[in-house]
């Protein structure tokens, strides 16, 4: 007995749903832990700058911690570094692409939130006889940015698909 044209679109209809709100749901999911997980390494990033930082100035060897960012910069696709002294001048700058030189940091924004491609994140840092400064870190985000959209465009395609084949099952029953 095959059903009807109309009880095959309800069917397909409800199974669209269904589906796109699993896969709704998981890039949610995995956009949240990329997020945090990019958040974290951000972290564990900054802290090694910082430790870097804070050694090479306590021995005030700012011409050789100038050369040591601008290599970890280079090597490591970190889009900038920025030490700033107590009273928020810049003592040295590093960064990777001349279209940041006259970016302003915003290092309170969540990774998601970022409008400019760059995550920053911030911490105190000794400078030795310079006392407390900080220390930005900038990150690229396009990278993660393409690869989880090119998640949910995949995401779509399997809704779609899916779609095609409940239609096709409901049709044919």
Do not use: C
Not at 7 to 17: C, D, E, H, K, Y
Not at 43 to 53: D, G, I, K, N
Not at 145 to 165: C, D
């Amino acid at each position: 007995m095959r059903l009807s044209v109309r009880l095959a679109l309800v069917f397909s209809l409800f199974g669209i749903g269904i589906a796109g709100g699993f896969q709704y749901r998981h890039v949610t999911v995995l956009r949240q832990e990329s997020y945090a997980r990019a958040e974290n390494m951000a972290q564990v990033t900054l802290s090694a700058v910082s430790v870097l930082v804070s050694a090479q100035a306590q021995g005030g060897r700012f011409k050789d911690l100038g050369r040591n960012l601008q290599m970890m910069v280079r090597q490591s696709g970190i889009a900038g570094i920025l030490v700033l002294d107590a009273k928020g001048k810049i003592l040295l700058k590093r960064i990777d692409d001349l279209k940041f030189v006259g970016r302003k940091p915003h290092p309170g924004l969540r990774i998601g939130e970022t409008t400019d491609g760059v995550y920053d994140v911030e911490t105190e840092a000794d400078l030795g006889p310079l006392g407390r400064g900080t220390v930005l870190v900038g990150f690229h985000t396009s990278a993660l940015e393409e690869r989880l959209r090119a998640i949910e465009a995949r995401a779509v395609q399997s809704g779609v698909t899916a779609f095609l084949a409940i239609t096709l099952a409901g049709w044919f029953i």
